[in-house]
């Protein structure tokens, strides 16, 4: 499925789970090789990605000189926001462009993440949805400059308040793009304690109306994080992507890496193959069962023929191959047309 038609097709109303979009969040992974990019894509696509996405910017516009770590600088060493992002600001609209054409080649949708005015720019004709990171929700020029696409937006919502939620929903709903709020803890990496998968459904509480989803930066381990989120009703999962967690530095020391995505489409499998149907209904599967370990009325003595059928006269007992135990006010005060013998499974022509 393509995110566009996730937006077109998803009814709030409906309260059943359904398989997450999974979006491969590579964002700089690629460490300005775009070599590394098209083996992140394919990887992606081979781990059964939906999408794959990226982050476009550059470190003067992102981040003063004077712009202090929020990560843990033991995995990554960099002490300024603006150093690090210098590192990885190397792809431009040239580059973008050619990966958004690897990505349609490949057959995964393509996604970045644009930090400025001048990358949504260019990023409008290469996308059919606008990502907009946690770091933002607070930017209201720069929210309302992609409205003004008029796409779909996904908008994460780490270390927000409530409050500040609903302040940049009014905004984007002003402009009436359809919108996915995505839960997220901004601590790099979010330990397990600290994952509040609860705000899930806190967010669909508060936002009944929306696409509620997860961008997960805990340790993957055995991915159970986003299949917890997966049952908590995250329609979008988003999971930060590499070609090889044991690299150094920025995003790679939690991340996924395609073996971690099979394993978690492996589980989806599991999981919605238990969940099956949302509609109560029996099923082919029961039809034996129906027909065997169900009840009807059987004498519970000798009925001669011509008496009048009592409550007395009556039990239950499988299978339900006879008159259902939910008629026995209609069998009372029936005459009986022939002997019924003590077990006899009663059937409609035996009664007038």
């Known amino acids: 499925m393509r995110i566009k038609e996730l937006f077109e097709s998803y009814n709030p109303c409906k309260q059943n789970l359904i398989r997450p979009y999974i979006i491969a969040e590579a964002g700089v992974n690629h460490e300005g090789n775009i070599d590394l990019a098209k083996r992140l894509i394919d990887d992606a696509k081979e781990g059964g990605a939906n999408a794959i996405k990226f982050q476009t910017y550059k470190a003067e516009t992102l981040a003063s000189k004077d712009s202090p770590p929020y990560w843990d600088t033991s995995k990554e060493s960099t002490q300024s926001q603006y150093e690090l992002f210098r590192k990885?600001?190397?792809?431009?609209?040239n580059e973008f462009e050619l990966l958004k054409k690897y990505c349609d080649e490949a057959d995964i949708e393509f996604i970045s993440t644009p930090f400025d005015?001048?990358?949504?720019?260019?990023?409008?004709?290469l996308m059919d949805v606008f990502k907009i990171s946690s770091s933002d929700i607070t930017n209201k020029p720069f929210i309302e400059y992609i409205c003004q696409f008029g796409k779909p937006i996904i908008l994460s919502t780490g270390a927000s308040y409530l409050y500040e939620i609903q302040?940049?929903?009014?905004?984007?709903?002003?402009?009436?793009?359809?919108?996915?709020?995505l839960h997220c803890v901004l601590n790099y990496p979010t330990l397990d304690e600290n994952a509040n998968l609860g705000m899930i459904l806190g967010l669909k509480k508060a936002f009944p109306?929306?696409?509620?989803?997860?961008?997960?930066?805990?340790?993957?381990?055995?991915m159970k994080t986003l299949e917890i989120a997966t049952m908590l009703g995250a329609v979008i999962i988003e999971k930060h992507?590499?070609?090889?967690?044991s690299l150094q530095g920025n995003d790679h020391y939690h991340a996924m890496d395609k073996d971690d995505l099979k394993y978690f489409n492996k589980k989806l499998d599991r999981i919605f193959s238990l969940l099956g149907r949302f509609e109560k209904t029996s099923l082919d599967?029961?039809?034996l069962a129906r027909k065997n370990a169900r009840r009807s009325l059987v004498a519970k003595r000798d009925i001669p023929k011509g008496k009048i059928i009592e409550a007395e006269d009556l039990t239950f007992k499988r299978p339900a191959s006879g008159i259902s135990p939910k008629f026995i006010d209609d069998v009372?005060?029936?005459r009986a047309l022939a002997d019924i013998k003590e077990d006899e499974i009663l059937l409609w022509n035996m009664l007038a």
């Open 88 to 93: 990885y600001d190397k792809f431009w609209k």
């Open 167 to 181: 302040e940049a929903v009014s905004w984007i709903d002003k402009y009436k793009n359809p919108l996915a709020l």
């Open 285 to 287: 599967v029961e039809i």
């Open 241 to 245: 992507f590499t070609f090889d967690k």
């Open 209 to 222: 109306d929306k696409i509620i989803g997860y961008s997960d930066h805990t340790l993957p381990k055995n």
């Open 117 to 125: 005015i001048e990358s949504a720019k260019f990023l409008n004709d």
């Open 332 to 334: 009372i005060g029936k």
